[in-house]
């Protein structure tokens, strides 16, 4: 696989698919820039070899065609701060308007196209085009980690346009990070895994069995784990048609001598409210008018244990509501001990999503080895299964 490191731009125009799918206020402003700035490095080596930039991104979900509050207008101003050039845009990302301004860059200049989503065909991995983008660019970068595992237009499909198919610096650290997790990993391994719901998770975690040493589940998903016990859980969140497969892990780990930790006591709340009457009570005994809302007490110090003795670490979850102050004492805890067990030496990886945005709004962004740029890629790939934009950059 070519890197951008290992390629030399000079003269080259790079067309590069970037993931610049950042939140927007009611101003549209940029609330979270992370991927934005995760994408600033592979650019600045283009530039500095002395190539030309066009950059294409998705932002939201548009239905019906172009609407302003998805338009990556909102990103040039930024994009110009940071790079220290007047970057330029393009209110199409294909057609005549489009292709005069890429054809004209000279190097050092920068052009971001609009949004690819304005295009159904862009999802939807249409040949045709994936052809009309690629006049964008003499060689291809993907640089869209949070997209790698979709099959569209300009993740995966346009590479065959290309001799040339780089990989950028995003998708590079991301995939030599999920490495350290899946094969290079110190021992002890240990996976956390929170969230909602056990079956979104359930690929992830029957794969990680076969390789961790601890696997440690809180959040929604531990309810489902308890009713399977024969626990009462109230009004707490519960995946019925998974109680089975919830079984059927407790057995496995069990079989691949696998400690498996679950929480044995919660932060139960009278209503899915930050304001509500609260109390801690056992796990397998939750009032019936009650919802478990957060790991308990004595669940943090059951896991405090197990995190800062490992010198691998994989957490994709939260341990329950962290939007809620209230509930967000378990993430945050886990949040610390992830730090502490990084600070002892070993290595954290972030899964994206949910636990990215915990981390980083509790404060730990800086503290941890590495955050990954994309939930649903980051958990295909550790799931063992193949990310067309990825094969692509490999054919």
């Not at 409210?273 to 004595?298: E, H, S």
């Not at 899964?351 to 590495?370: E, F, T």
Request: aromatic letters at 6%; charged letters at 25%; hydrophobic letters at 40%.
């Amino acid at each position: 696989m070519k890197t951008v490191d290992s390629y030399n731009f000079s003269g080259k125009r790079a067309l590069i698919r970037v993931d610049f799918n950042v939140p927007l206020n009611e101003k549209l402003e940029i609330t979270d820039d992370n991927r934005l700035k995760a994408a600033l490095p592979t650019i600045k080596k283009i530039l500095a070899d002395g190539g030309s930039v066009v950059l294409m991104s998705h932002l939201g979900r548009p239905k019906e065609g172009p609407e302003d509050k998805f338009s990556l207008r909102h990103v040039v101003p930024y994009l110009s701060d940071k790079l220290g050039v007047q970057v330029q845009f393009a209110g199409d990302c294909i057609g005549a308007e489009a292709s005069e301004k890429s054809s004209a860059l000279k190097s050092g200049e920068v052009l971001v196209l609009e949004n690819l989503r304005f295009y159904k065909e862009e999802t939807k991995g249409d040949v045709d085009f994936a052809k009309k983008l690629s006049v964008h660019g003499d060689v291809w970068v993907n640089d869209a980690f949070g997209t790698a595992h979709r099959a569209h237009a300009s993740t995966a499909v346009i590479a065959q346009f290309y001799d040339d198919k780089i990989c950028g610096k995003v998708i590079e650290a991301e995939l030599v990070n999920a490495e350290k997790v899946l094969k290079t990993g110190e021992k002890p391994l240990t996976a956390i895994m929170g969230g909602a719901k056990i079956g979104d998770k359930i690929l992830i975690i029957e794969n990680m069995i076969d390789k961790v040493d601890n696997l440690i589940i809180g959040g929604g998903m531990a309810y489902t784990f308890m009713k399977a016990q024969g626990g009462n859980i109230g009004q707490s969140l519960c995946q019925e048609e998974n109680l089975d497969l919830a079984l059927s892990l407790i057995e496995k780990a069990k079989n691949k001598g696998v400690n498996l930790l679950l929480p044995v006591d919660t932060m139960a709340a009278d209503s899915f409210d930050n304001d509500a009457k609260t109390k801690v009570c056992d796990i397998m005994d939750i009032p019936d008018d009650y919802q478990g809302l957060d790991i308990g007490p004595k669940s943090i110090e059951l896991f405090k244990e197990v995190v800062i003795k490992s010198k691998t670490i994989l957490w994709n979850g939260p341990m329950g509501v962290f939007e809620f102050p209230t509930f967000a004492v378990g993430t945050n805890a886990i949040a610390a001990y992830v730090v502490e067990a990084t600070e002892n030496g070993g290595f954290s990886l972030i899964g994206g999503g949910d636990s990215a945005a915990a981390v980083n709004i509790l404060g730990y962004g800086d503290q941890v080895s590495y955050i990954s740029t994309g939930g649903g890629a980051l958990l295909e790939y550790m799931e063992g299964k193949v990310l067309p934009g990825v094969a692509a950059l490999e054919q």
